[in-house]
């Protein structure tokens, strides 16, 4: 096309905005996951670096995917274009992590509590409670 006179090129002007405004909601969204992450760590320290690394990475995803799951269910992601609207999106995406450090912390202590214990002694345990 280039012999008629036609440049089919565009601009990369637009994309390399949109791309730049996608990086920055990207790393919001990434920076208060961490933060929520930390806040929790703050009110129960884990004992081992190996719980802080596992309850770190479950309390980000939590919050990321969390997050993303309740505004994709609630269908309020036109929020994101506002910026009052994105920090309402970034603390629902916040509170969602909270729950995620929960569910690890309790397990990591309900294991230390039962570490005598056999595996197949701790199903049967959760199995009578769940399915009495």
């Known amino acids: 096309m280039k012999h008629l006179g036609i440049n089919s090129m565009s601009e990369p002007g637009p994309l390399t905005a949109l791309g ?24 129960t320290l884990p004992k081992t670096v190996r719980e802080f690394g596992v309850s770190l990475i479950c309390t980000v995803m939590g919050s990321i995917c969390g997050g993303a799951g309740v505004v994709s269910y609630l269908g309020i992601g036109s929020w994101a274009n506002d910026g009052f609207g994105l920090m309402a999106l970034l603390g629902i995406s916040f509170v969602c992590g909270l729950p995620a450090w929960l569910i690890i912390r309790t397990g990591f202590i309900y294991a230390e509590l039962r570490k005598n214990m056999s595996l197949l002694d701790v199903i049967a345990e959760l199995r009578s409670a769940i399915f009495k």
């Open 20 to 43: 730049g405004i996608a990086l920055y909601k990207l790393g919001a969204f990434g920076f208060v996951a961490v933060l929520a992450a930390i806040v929790v760590m703050a009110m």
